[in-house]
């Protein structure tokens, strides 16, 4: 037809007006810089383009999970009768809520696994089989770190230091800026120094990789899941936190991240001091944001917009001192939370249930089922024990 | 929740057919987003969306022995088959209503544009992007289904012409159309967009 619905026609080119990545943003650059002709009609696709894109509406996962309950339902009724069942009211659909949850519960398995962390070269062994955290060093070699809690610390010249009586020295100090990573499997927690001195906890199910030595001019680590970072001041070099969609600049500063795989949005919360937040999904026109003390902001990674709040913080960094804070949380953002710290699987019977807000502190202890027996009670539902890891709340 | 790497869908969809059904939560949980996106925009009425969306993938699931669909074809197929049932439903919902059924009206597509605002901090007038939100906003509802189908969701050109039972002709040409009338809106504008935005990543 015509010469300017190439660029429509071209996949490549839409997927990256809507979608764009650094490898798209260079093939593109390169084309262009090529192709300089080409350019009005192609500013004119994605201009089009990024207008003719609908609304995205959110799909609450409790509806995708009703449907599919109701989907299943009705493969069972199927399997009783010979004439399968075709029409399932929406009020039947609340009965196999519990099977459903599992079928969730190995779907975020999936999408576990399958996730990509551009930055995390290495994959995760904690997730998969290895419950020990693990620090893993530039030369290669694994240490394991057995307890349930564990401390390591940068000292001179390149030694570790772990739960204050290992030490381990590192071959690889203050020349080059070879990659680290210490991975916290769920169930486990970790403190670390780093070189310069910052301290970060690493909440379970996250991993942080981190250089042997800092650059001259900034302090970059890569964070997937949950840290806490007391950052130590020095303005000359900014200390960065990347996730797979969200950089976080600071220069002296406590604040929390949590940006774990599975969920849809990247939390940043700040205690102290000033951080600022930069998407890194390379969209074009992006906005910074400044975050002041005692301010959330919510980076949606299906809109990737961000939103700030007011908060209490102790609710969300309370954590690393071994307690939760709640303030009108819902269930199910609570037992989530639980699962990653104990590495557990609880089942809600009712979906509704998860809607149910509590307020109050949890204190994390190591017995397991007397946290998980407080916040039912406080839920008013009934804990039942099922298995080794496995709880039903009712 | 909406699963954006649909890279490994052959092999679930692989594993789900020799009988694994756990792929079966996989594959639905890969295409439901999109599935409820789509049938939103065919009809307002939420319950009437997934009890459709519900009845496709049973479907799919009692019939995995007996219909053929290759994977490279599947969002295709679940999304003939949404748009079926939805207007099979529509149809029966309005008998008995004891309405008259008006085909025309039951298969208007109905989208709402985010019309991003951080378009104006481009080098487009805001005049000029509000003509061109009035003109996406008068494009006829069937351009609009292929434009979303298209950009949006990715399908080709006999898919969409099957969806909407046009010839690929025609769906071409639609679309060919709708995108000219947008190009004659902005036809002398100059654009910087492209510059600027490559301008900030350097």
Same mark, same amino acid.
């Given at each position: ?45 994605? @201009? ?13 996962? %409790? ?40 079928? @969730? ?86 403190? +670390? ?82 951080? +600022? @937040? ?17 301010? @959330? ?13 007011? +908060? ?8 690393? %001192? ?35 807000? +509590? ?36 | ?33 999109? !599935? ?69 009206? !039951? ?86 967009? !492209? ?8």
């Amino acid at each position: 037809m015509d010469d300017f619905l190439r660029y429509f026609e071209d996949k490549k080119f839409v997927r990256w007006v809507y979608n764009p990545t650094p490898e798209l943003n260079d093939y593109w650059q390169d084309w262009f810089s090529n192709h300089p002709e080409d350019k009005k009609e192609a500013e004119f696709a994605r @201009l089009a383009l990024l207008q003719l894109q609908s609304q995205k509406e959110k799909v609450s996962s %409790e509806k995708l999970t009703a449907i599919y309950s109701g989907i299943n339902e009705g493969i069972n009724s199927s399997r009783n009768k010979p004439r399968p069942a075709r029409y399932i009211p929406l009020f039947a659909r609340y009965a196999a809520v519990a099977l459903i949850f599992l079928s @969730l519960g190995v779907f975020l398995t999936y999408q576990l696994t399958q996730n990509k962390y551009s930055e995390a070269k290495r994959p995760l062994p904690g997730s998969a089989g290895n419950t020990d955290a693990q620090l893993i060093l530039s030369d290669g070699r694994e240490i394991a770190l057995k307890s349930k809690e564990s401390i390591i610390e940068y000292g001179a010249k390149g030694k570790i230091v772990i739960n204050q009586k290992d030490t381990i020295t590192s071959t690889a100090h203050t020349v080059n800026s070879e990659m680290n990573q210490l991975i916290v499997p769920f169930g486990k927690n970790s403190s +670390i120094k780093l070189p310069d001195g910052t301290l970060a906890h690493l909440n379970s199910g996250s991993s942080l990789m981190y250089p042997s030595a800092f650059d001259k001019d900034k302090r970059e680590v890569f964070l997937s899941g949950e840290g806490y970072f007391e950052v130590v001041h020095n303005p000359g070099k900014p200390f960065i936190v990347k996730t797979n969609d969200l950089n976080i600049t600071a220069i002296g500063t406590i604040f929390n991240v949590s940006a774990y795989p599975a969920d849809n949005i990247i939390e940043t919360v700040l205690v102290e001091g000033k951080v +600022i @937040l930069a998407d890194n999904s390379s969209l074009p026109f992006k906005k910074d944001y400044t975050l002041n003390p005692n301010e @959330l902001a919510t980076f949606d990674r299906q809109s990737q917009k961000t939103i700030t709040k007011d +908060i209490d913080v102790s609710q969300y960094v309370a954590w690393h %001192e071994g307690y939760l804070n709640f303030q009108s949380t819902d269930l199910s953002r609570i037992v989530l939370r639980l699962e990653r710290y104990y590495n557990i699987k609880v089942i809600l019977s009712n979906p509704m249930l998860g809607t149910r807000s +509590i307020t109050g502190k949890l204190v994390l202890k190591e017995d397991k089922d007397r946290v998980l027996e407080v916040l039912a009670s406080t839920a008013r539902a009934e804990l039942i024990h099922i298995e080794e890891n496995l709880y039903r709340l009712k | 929740m909406t699963v954006k790497n649909t890279s490994d869908i052959p092999s679930l969809w692989g594993s789900f057919l020799s009988g694994d059904d756990k792929a079966f939560a996989g594959i639905y949980h890969s295409f439901a987003p999109d !599935l409820l996106s789509y049938g939103k925009k065919l009809s307002s009425d939420n319950n009437l969306v997934s009890d459709a969306l519900q009845e496709i993938f049973l479907d799919l699931y009692l019939k995995r022995n007996k219909s053929h669909i290759p994977v490279s074809n599947l969002k295709a197929y679940l999304f003939t088959s949404l748009k079926n049932t939805i207007r099979k439903k529509q149809i029966r919902n309005k008998r008995f209503e004891n309405k008259e059924v008006n085909d025309k009206l !039951l298969g208007e597509f109905n989208i709402e544009y985010s019309f991003q605002d951080q378009l104006i901090t481009m080098e487009i007038s805001e005049e000029k992007q509000a003509r061109l939100q009035k003109a996406i906003i008068t494009l006829s509802p069937g351009q609009k289904e292929i434009i979303y189908l298209k950009f949006e969701q990715g399908l080709e050109y006999p898919e969409i012409a099957q969806l909407m039972s046009i010839t690929i002709e025609s769906a071409r040409k639609q679309l060919y159309r709708a995108l000219l009338s947008l190009r004659h809106v902005l036809d002398n504008e100059v654009f910087l967009t !492209l510059f600027t935005y490559f301008r900030k990543k350097i």
